[in-house]
């Protein structure tokens, strides 16, 4: 019981008036002990508030993140960042993960622009420089992973494709990403390092729609991402080319300058670059940074 200063009369204390004496003890008594408790429930009421909150404190650093999170993605990304959008979203009720997926070149020019976003991934270092040169990013991007290029193909590899030349040969419809865009810039330097030229029939604004024109067999072969292979599942086949390995892109991700939701965006980036992140982004196909 918490010390109060009251006034109590000694047990050994002479009463000049016995009954009289002993209920004013047993008043004072009971007044102490009322004043005692009442101090005791405060100073528990008091600490109760306090461990409140502090506990409503250290539980709210997950609860305080609110709002939309607009995330300009490169169009290899949208599996993994989708997935990874639903489990930021599980973790932190209240916000919402908003997805931009596409040419790497596209979204830096719309970001320059004016476009609000909160965070930007892209393909390249080439396109990334487009943003921080437009000092459009707040700090250094960070390289979170990866990406090697395979050569897609119908289902059974009709057409036998077993190398990078082969895409050479008379006949063959071949699709490209766009020469502006990572994938496709990557595809022309592996073409580039092994002396093939290659004119497709058609050149794409990003590689999901170069892998669509094999999905739809409108070309015989597209070049793309490993991790654009493995998503399409059975719906292409992957032929592996070792000029490859000399075309390897950087992913970089950055937090954008003007944010409308920093903290949030903040959060999700940690995610990415979290052991979390990059096992999912593994099990994606891509490669470590």
């Known amino acids: 019981m918490t010390t109060r200063s009251v006034s109590r009369p000694r047990p050994g204390a002479r009463r000049t008036i016995g009954l009289v004496g002993g209920l004013a003890l047993a008043a004072v008594t009971?007044?102490?002990c009322s004043s005692g408790d009442s101090g005791d429930s405060g100073d528990s009421a008091t600490a109760s508030g306090s461990a409140t909150a502090s506990g409503s404190g250290s539980g709210s650093s997950a609860e305080k993140l609110s709002g939309t999170v607009t995330v300009f993605?490169?169009?290899?990304l949208k599996e993994s960042f989708t997935s990874l959008g639903k489990?930021?979203?599980?973790?932190?009720?209240?916000?919402k993960v908003s997805f931009n997926f596409g040419g790497s070149d596209s979204l830096a020019a719309s970001i320059t622009s004016g476009a609000p976003a909160d965070v930007f991934a892209a393909a390249s270092p080439k396109t990334m420089k487009t943003v921080t040169d437009a000092k459009a990013a707040k700090g250094d991007?960070?390289?979170f992973v990866r990406n090697q290029l395979e050569i897609?193909?119908?289902p059974g590899n009709p057409k036998k494709i077993a190398t990078l030349k082969d895409l050479t040969r008379s006949g063959l419809k071949v699709a490209l990403c766009a020469k502006e865009v990572p994938c496709g810039s990557a595809a022309q330097t592996a073409l580039d390092g092994a002396g093939l030229k290659l004119t497709p029939v058609s050149y794409e604004q990003d590689v999901k729609g170069a892998l669509t024109k094999v999905e739809l067999k409108e070309v015989d072969a597209s070049v793309v991402y490993r991790t654009d292979v493995k998503a399409a599942g059975g719906k292409v086949e992957g032929v592996e080319f070792p000029e490859s390995k000399k075309a390897i892109n950087d992913y970089p991700?950055?937090?954008?300058?003007?944010?409308p939701n920093a903290e949030a965006a903040t959060a999700f980036i940690d995610l990415v670059t979290s052991a979390r992140g990059q096992k999912a982004l593994g099990q994606a196909g891509?490669?470590?940074p």
Do not use: D, Q, V
């Open 30 to 32: 009971l007044t102490a």
């Open 73 to 76: 993605a490169a169009a290899s």
């Open 87 to 95: 489990t930021f979203e599980k973790e932190h009720p209240g916000t």
């Open 141 to 143: 991007p960070a390289t």
């Open 152 to 154: 897609a193909t119908l």
């Open 253 to 259: 991700i950055a937090l954008l300058k003007n944010a």
């Open 286 to 288: 891509f490669l470590k």
